[in-house]
């Protein structure tokens, strides 16, 4: 069980969060939209490897 | 059964975590659920490995052909993962697709599961022309 990944994920979630907030309210929609959409690439990357894992032990597990 | 009590605690720290996001961010709060589902149901198949290895051995016990055994572990497979998917579809607000893939996934395991009938429907045949 990898917690601590949990922990990055909460983080990013919130810096980005934080940001988002500042940048909208200092009238800079486009960057606030750019800065969530980055996060979310950065969780999604950190999560691809994780995904396919899974997946290959289903493949591995269930014979496929 | 430690990892059981592992799982319980991730998934819980998961869920708070998720809720803190979803004020903010709710596609990276989506992410989350969708790593802590992955990460919990890689260690239950984990577990699963000597009960399939046991299905194995009851099969050969049986001297049912490996290849019936196969469908049915890949029905499982199939049956959990789409499942899951169809859970996590449904939490983002896409109901719709979470019964997309369920459709899907009974499409896919009618498919699997056609040498299985053939096999039935052979084995009828052949007891009908027994009599």
């Known amino acids: ?64 | 059964m430690n990892l059981f009590w592992k799982s319980t605690a991730f998934v819980l720290a998961a869920t708070i975590a998720k809720l803190t996001l979803d004020k903010g961010e709710k596609d990276i709060a989506l992410l989350l659920s969708v790593f802590a589902c992955a990460a919990v149901a890689g260690s239950a198949f984990l577990l699963l490995e000597p009960v399939m290895e046991f299905l194995l051995s009851l099969g050969d016990l049986g001297q049912i052909p490996e290849q019936f055994i196969g469908v049915l572990m890949k029905i499982l497979g199939i049956g959990i993962l789409s499942e899951l998917s169809q859970s996590i579809c449904a939490d983002s607000g896409n109901a719709s697709l979470g019964k997309a893939l369920q459709l899907a996934a009974t499409a896919v395991t009618m498919y699997i599961s056609l040498p299985l009938f053939r096999w039935f429907l052979e084995l009828i045949q052949e007891i009908m022309g027994q009599l």
Do not use: C, Y
């Not at chain 1, 907030?21 to 960057?31: D, I």
């Not at chain 1, 950190?46 to 032990?57: C, G, T, V, Y």
């Open chain 1, 1 to 64: 069980m990898e917690i601590d990944l949990i922990f990055k994920i909460a983080a990013i979630g919130i810096i980005v969060s934080i940001l988002n907030q500042v940048l909208a309210r200092s009238g800079r929609e486009e960057q606030a939209t750019m800065t969530s959409l980055a996060g979310l690439v950065v969780v999604l990357m950190m999560l691809a490897n994780k995904i396919a894992e899974l997946f290959d032990l289903v493949k591995t597990l269930f014979q496929f």
